[in-house]
C-alpha cells in the first residue's frame, strides 16, 4: 500500500503484532512436543514475522527440528494466527478452522499446489492465544504489495512476455478453483439460503458497516458504489463455484515464473466466476494507477482486462459476463479495505486523520471515473 505523498519504492512499516519473537519460539516449542512423538524437546530457531505479510492476520515463519523413532524429523514452517482483538482488525470475524478446511478441500479436489497442512489449533486458550494453524513452508517469491511491483521488483524487471505467464498461470488456477464439482456439498460452510451473490453482498453491506460506517465514518463514495450495484444488480448469475476470494498473484508463490504454492484463502466464499476474475483484473488496476498517479509507466501490459477475460474463457470454457459489475464490486470491495485500513493507520499514529472521508479510498479517483463511466480499462 502507498499513500499519496510516499516514496512509492520505500517500504511502508505497519503495525502487525508486539509479540515476542522468542517467547513465541518457546510457545510454539512447548506446543509441538504434545503434536510429534519426540524423543526429546522439540527446539524452533529461526523464527521471524514477515514484513512482507498482510495485516487481516499475524504470519510466523519459522524452523523446527526434533528426533521421532531414532530418525531425525522436523523442518520449515509457516504458522498463521488470528489478529488479537487489540490489533484494530480489518475484518470483524477470521475464521481459520474454515480457511484450513477450504485448502484441505482444494488439495483434496484438484492438483493445485496448496501447501501441506499440519495442525489446527481453535481455541482461544491455547498456547499462543488465539487460534492458529501451522503448514509446510514453500520457497519460492511472489510480486510484492510493499513496495508495490509496479516500480520495483522481479516482476517489475521481467520480459512481457514472463508477465503473460504469470498471467496465465494466474487465470489457470481462478480457473482450476472454479471446476471443482459441487462446491456447497464439499464447503458446506459456506452454503446458504437464496443466492450466493446476494448473500456475498449482504456480507460486504455488514462489513462496511462494522468497520467504518457504525463507529460515524460514513464513506459517501462508496455508499455510492452500493447504490450503483443495487440499481444494476446482475438477474442470471450463472452456477456458483468456490470464489478464492483474494485471487491475485500477490497471493501466488512462484518459483521462476511457474506457481509452487496458492495461498491465503481468508476471503473465501461460494458465488460467480466473475467474483474472483474482476478481483484480479482490479487488484492489478489498483496498482497500476499507482503508478500512473507518480508518473511511472508501471506494468501497462500485464493482467490486462482482455487477455485475463479470454484467458479465462480459454481455460474453463466460460466467457464471463457483467464485467462492469463485478469490477464495480471489487473496487467498492477494495474500497472497504481501504478505508479500513486508513483508519487502523490513523489508530496506531502511522497516518493522520482528513475531513473529506472520501479520501479514506486511496483509488477514490478510479472509483468515481467508474461510476461516471468515464474509467477506461484500455
Not at 516514496?7 to 522468542?22: A, G
Not at 452454503?191 to 459517501?220: K, M, T, V
Request: net charge negative; proline share 7%.
Amino acid at each position: 500500500m502507498t499513500s499519496a505523498n510516499a516514496d512509492p519504492n520505500q517500504r511502508m512499516e505497519l503495525t502487525v503484532s508486539d509479540q515476542n519473537l522468542d517467547e513465541l519460539a518457546d510457545e510454539l516449542a512447548q506446543w509441538l512436543g504434545t503434536k510429534v512423538e519426540a524423543e526429546e524437546p522439540p527446539r524452533v530457531t529461526s523464527i521471524t514475522r514477515p514484513q512482507a505479510g498482510g495485516m487481516s492476520s499475524t504470519t510466523l515463519l519459522f524452523d523446527a527440528e526434533w528426533t521421532e523413532h531414532g530418525q531425525a524429523a522436523g523442518g520449515s514452517f509457516v504458522a498463521r494466527l488470528a489478529p488479537d482483538r487489540d490489533s484494530f482488525p480489518v475484518f470483524e470475524k477470521y475464521d481459520l478452522a474454515t480457511q484450513y478446511a477450504v485448502m484441505a478441500g482444494v488439495a483434496e479436489a484438484t492438483d493445485l499446489p496448496v501447501p501441506p497442512l499440519c495442525w489446527l489449533e481453535n481455541g482461544s486458550d491455547n498456547v499462543l492465544g488465539a487460534p492458529f494453524f501451522v503448514m509446510r513452508r514453500v520457497d519460492g517469491r511472489v510480486p510484492e504489495d510493499n513496495p508495490p511491483y509496479v516500480f520495483v521488483g522481479w516482476l517489475h524487471d521481467a520480459s512481457a512476455e514472463d508477465r503473460y505467464r504469470v498471467t496465465r498461470h494466474t487465470v489457470d488456477i481462478i480457473a482450476k478453483v472454479h471446476s471443482i464439482p459441487d462446491p456447497q456439498v464439499r464447503f458446506p460452510m459456506f452454503a446458504g439460503e437464496g443466492s450466493a451473490l446476494r448473500r456475498h453482498f449482504q456480507a460486504q453491506q455488514d462489513w462496511y458497516d462494522w468497520a467504518l460506517a457504525n463507529d460515524g465514518y460514513r464513506i459517501p463514495l462508496l455508499e455510492r458504489a452500493f447504490e450503483w450495484l443495487e440499481q444494476n444488480f446482475p438477474t442470471d448469475t450463472g452456477p456458483d463455484v468456490l470464489s478464492w476470494g483474494d485471487a491475485r498473484p500477490g497471493n501466488v508463490m512462484f518459483d521462476g515464473f511457474d506457481p509452487v504454492a496458492v495461498l491465503d484463502w481468508e476471503m473465501a466464499a461460494l458465488g460467480p466466476r466473475e467474483l474472483d476474475i474482476a478481483w484480479t483484473i482490479f487488484i492489478h488496476r489498483f496498482f497500476q494507477d499507482i503508478a500512473t498517479r507518480f508518473d511511472q509507466p508501471g506494468l501497462a501490459d500485464y493482467m490486462r482486462r482482455a487477455d485475463v477475460e479470454k484467458l479465462y474463457q480459454d481455460a474453463s470454457g466460460h466467457a464471463p459476463r457483467d464485467m462492469d459489475w463485478y469490477l464495480m464490486y471489487a473496487a467498492l470491495r477494495h474500497g472497504i479495505v481501504m478505508a479500513r485500513v486508513r483508519r487502523r493507520m490513523i489508530h496506531f499514529g502511522e497516518a493522520t486523520d482528513t475531513d473529506d472521508r472520501d479520501d479514506y479510498v486511496m483509488h477514490r479517483p478510479v472509483l468515481e471515473a467508474m461510476l461516471d463511466g468515464t474509467y477506461s480499462w484500455d
